[in-house]
């Protein structure tokens, strides 16, 4: 069995409706939903890092044991919770953006913060397991942190531009080459074309050099890009099926945690790997945005 491991602080989402009433409160976070997804599909799921000592800190954690992730590794700090807000849109006004937000769209308060203590090592009994890590964020301590470990696949989920936008052209490029799997999606891949000085989503695959590059696209589907018999390939693939959205805030990352689950099984990636991973990561992707809420259900 692989070991899927995330590192950061953990998040706690409060959803709330158009008219600004809070419906749900449930755990968050792109790297955090990707580990509960993995858990939930039967795989060995470790969560390393940081947590307020209050009751959105009990939710969040209680969420991530709900699902079988292993949370010893994550210490509890004298501080708030990391809370996302996310605002679902009034579907009779024909508003399909749902917005995520690090301010209350109560009171205003900054409603993020992040840890300065995260540990930076794996428990013992995992030093020899086949590791997958997970990061959506791209901070100093979480290169500290891949960079401790041994006989890992690092798996980077870049979803917003406010993770990396501030770093130097440099940083990124010692950071992401580390990756051997990396989804992105369409509202960051111009700035990280700009960033990283490429202009196309090839020569960014020819210069971070991953086993598997994944651009989604949302309801036009995703591009995949990899290397078959040292020959850059590239494969579209589009859904057949599509549904109406009720929240579409964990779509991406069901459609992260079952491709990186396929890529981890896999032995080779080619286009029949690509068609499979698509028809399996569009379907758990489906599932999530037809629910409030950003993570698989049981």
Same mark, same amino acid.
């Given at each position: *069995?692989? %070991?899927? &491991?995330?590192?950061? !602080?953990?998040?706690l $989402?409060? +959803?709330?409706?158009?008219?600004?009433?809070? @419906?749900?409160?449930?755990?968050?976070?792109?790297?955090?939903?990707?580990?509960?997804?993995?858990?939930?599909?039967?795989?060995?799921?470790?969560?390393v890092?940081?947590?307020?000592?209050?009751?959105?800190?009990k939710?969040?954690?209680?969420?991530?044991?709900?699902?079988?992730v292993?949370?010893?590794?994550?210490i509890?700090?004298?501080?708030?919770t990391?809370? *996302?807000? %996310?605002? &679902?849109?009034?579907? !009779?006004?024909?508003? $399909?953006? +749902?917005?995520?937000?690090?301010?209350s769209? @109560?009171?205003?308060?900054f409603?993020?913060?992040?840890?300065?203590?995260l540990?930076?090592?794996?428990?013992?009994?995992?030093?020899?397991?086949?590791?997958?890590?997970?990061?959506d964020k791209?901070?100093?301590?979480?290169?500290?942190?891949?960079?401790?470990?041994q006989?890992?696949?690092?798996?980077?989920?870049?979803?917003h531009?406010r993770?990396?936008?501030?770093?130097?052209?440099?940083?990124?490029?010692?950071?992401?080459?580390?990756?051997?799997?990396?989804?992105?999606?369409?509202?960051? @891949?111009?700035?990280?074309f700009?960033?990283?000085?490429?202009k196309?989503?090839?020569?960014?695959?020819?210069?971070?050099?991953?086993d598997?590059m994944?651009?989604?696209?949302?309801?036009?589907?995703?591009?995949?890009v990899?290397?078959?018999?040292?020959?850059?390939?590239?494969?579209?693939?589009?859904?057949?099926?599509?549904?109406?959205?009720v929240?579409s805030?964990?779509?991406?990352?069901?459609?992260?945690s079952t491709?990186?689950?396929?890529?981890?099984?896999?032995?080779?990636?080619?286009?029949?790997?690509?068609?499979k991973?698509?028809?399996?990561?569009?379907?758990?992707?489906?599932?999530?945005?037809?629910?409030?809420?950003?993570?698989?259900?049981?």
């Open positions: *069995m692989k %070991v899927f &491991i995330s590192h950061g !602080d953990i998040i $989402d409060k +959803i709330y409706n158009y008219s600004l009433e809070l @419906i749900a409160k449930d755990g968050g976070g792109c790297n955090w939903n990707d580990l509960y997804n993995l858990s939930l599909m039967g795989e060995k799921c470790y969560a890092g940081s947590i307020g000592n209050d009751d959105e800190g939710l969040a954690i209680a969420s991530l044991n709900k699902a079988g292993n949370t010893d590794s994550v509890i700090e004298e501080k708030n990391n809370i *996302m807000n %996310v605002i &679902i849109p009034n579907k !009779d006004l024909e508003d $399909d953006s +749902i917005i995520h937000s690090w301010y769209p @109560i009171t205003m308060d409603t993020m913060h992040f840890s300065k203590n540990p930076v090592t794996l428990p013992k009994e995992l030093e020899k397991e086949e590791k997958y890590i997970i990061l791209f901070l100093p301590v979480n290169l500290e942190f891949i960079n401790n470990i006989n890992k696949k690092v798996c980077l989920d870049i979803g531009i993770f990396f936008e501030h770093f130097t052209r440099q940083y990124l490029l010692n950071f992401f080459k580390k990756a051997d799997f990396i989804q992105l999606n369409e509202n960051v @891949i111009s700035l990280l700009e960033r990283l000085h490429v196309s989503l090839v020569e960014l695959f020819e210069v971070l050099e991953p598997l994944v651009l989604t696209k949302g309801k036009r589907g995703a591009e995949y990899f290397r078959e018999n040292g020959e850059i390939k590239v494969s579209f693939e589009a859904p057949k099926i599509i549904v109406d959205i929240d805030s964990g779509a991406g990352d069901a459609f992260f491709t990186l689950r396929e890529y981890a099984y896999t032995d080779k990636i080619d286009l029949e790997f690509t068609k991973a698509f028809e399996l990561a569009n379907k758990s992707s489906r599932e999530v945005i037809q629910q409030v809420g950003s993570r698989i259900k049981k």
